[in-house]
């Protein structure tokens, strides 16, 4: 038995443990399964733990998506495919990724592909014009946006 599982010994031990890891930072159901998992907590008193978070608020699956959308977009400048492949790895339902995904607002993602775009046409020395439009599609492309929007504003900045 490792320092960890000494340590944790007590149902009450690891639940507050399990509080003061989500209390840090907004967690998911996933992301506390994981961290259990990994304190070498048995899978039923793993159950009892989340049921408890669950009911005294500390897992909201919904507040995580929105919260985890928010960041994403405005520090990361991810789009919405990528953010929404990220929740999806993280078992996180469909409506709590929709509700999320609304908390974007059009303009300022549109604002955001732009602005992406118009950096990165500055940093590639591409001189082939369609090359370097090619280049920055696939930028932002891999960055989640929509390949339909890209395209659209990268045509729109000819």
């Not at 405005?74 to 789009?79: A, F, I």
Request: one cysteine or more; aromatic letters at 10%; hydrophobic letters at 35%.
């Amino acid at each position: 038995m490792n320092d960890v599982n000494e340590k944790l010994s007590g149902l009450k031990t690891i639940l507050h443990k399990a509080q003061e890891y989500c209390a840090y930072q907004e967690r998911c159901l996933y992301d506390v399964e994981q961290k259990l998992h990994l304190w070498g907590v048995e899978k039923e008193r793993g159950k009892k733990i989340i049921e408890q978070l669950v009911k005294e608020n500390f897992i909201d699956e919904a507040r995580y998506a929105r919260s985890y959308v928010r960041g994403k977009f405005l520090y990361n400048k991810w789009g919405k495919i990528k953010i929404t492949n990220e929740l999806r790895s993280k078992k996180i339902k469909k409506d709590a990724i929709s509700a999320g995904l609304d908390e974007i607002n059009t303009g300022d993602y549109y604002k955001t592909i732009k602005a992406l775009a118009q950096k990165k046409e500055k940093e590639i020395k591409e001189k082939d014009l369609f090359k370097k439009k090619q280049k920055v599609a696939h930028f932002l492309i891999s960055r989640g946006f929509e390949p339909s929007l890209v395209f659209e504003i990268i045509k729109a900045h000819e």
